[in-house]
């Protein structure tokens, strides 16, 4: 059992030898009840599974293959992660398949079309794939959903990153083409770290994002963590972020979170 970032994360792992694992995940995330917002329930991933070698199958509440994708450095983003956070990157009923070698991870997730409290929803298709070459690491993703009802939306992003030693560069690049609409909406990152020193990192990053017919709008963030050297799982950090939006005020936040996670 885990707790980090007002969630309680329980995990259980059965090994049935022959390679294989029988597995289990219950999370549950306060943070939007201790925000005052109107939630029917706390759960936030729920979900079974088998392992088999460097396979693992799951199934339940739990996130898309296009979740692994994205370089952001920030705890809390000014805008969306990346276009398949703008769309959606989870689901209650989810098919999900991850293979792990030795230099490539590759993972798809098949949402169900199911019903729920808001009725019926559509149909996802996650593909996500990575891979790392002398300190380069590279990693595509593509998502297609389609709403009840509705034509496809589709959206696509390729990343890039480099650990040059004592500080990496990263960035990624996602499109959502959405046929209702005939818009396009375009996401980027741009994020460095720095080790400043063996406990302390400092992270840099900038976003910009744009839909058609309509003004992009640009956020960056900074923030600073530091890791107690007689105990790993402890930290702290602080942040400050701002956007060019009209009449948007600068954020920020300075937290001591356990992160065991």
Do not use: C
Request: net charge negative; proline share 2%.
């Amino acid at each position: 059992m885990d707790y980090d970032d007002l969630e309680l994360k329980n995990y259980v792992s059965y090994d049935l030898g022959n390679s294989m694992k029988a597995f289990g995940r219950l999370d549950f995330d306060f943070k939007d009840h201790a925000n005052g917002k109107d939630v029917d329930e706390p759960i936030e991933e729920a979900y079974v599974g088998i392992g088999y070698g460097v396979a693992t199958f799951t199934l339940g509440k739990q996130n898309f293959a296009s979740d692994e994708f994205g370089v952001v450095e920030a705890y809390e983003t000014p805008l969306d992660d990346d276009q398949f956070d703008s769309v959606k990157t989870d689901g209650d009923d989810t098919f999900r398949v991850d293979v792990e070698l030795e230099k490539v991870y590759l993972a798809a997730s098949y949402e169900l079309e199911a019903e729920d409290k808001n009725g019926i929803t559509g149909e996802f298709f996650d593909l996500f794939a990575s891979t790392g070459i002398a300190g380069l690491e590279l990693a595509a993703a593509f998502q297609r959903n389609t709403p009840l009802g509705q034509d496809e939306r589709n959206t696509w992003g390729v990343s890039a990153g480099y650990d040059f030693g004592l500080f990496g560069l990263a960035a990624d690049y996602s499109v959502t083409d959405d046929s209702n609409t005939d818009l396009e909406t375009t996401l980027y990152n741009v994020a460095a770290t720095i080790d400043v020193t063996s406990t302390t990192a400092v992270a840099l990053g900038m976003q910009n994002q744009e839909q058609d017919n309509s003004d992009d709008v640009t956020a960056w963030y900074a923030n600073v963590t530091y890791k107690f050297p007689t105990a790993k799982n402890v930290s702290v950090f602080a942040e400050v972020a701002d956007t060019d939006e009209d009449n948007a005020d600068m954020g920020s936040l300075v937290s001591k979170p356990p992160r065991g996670s």
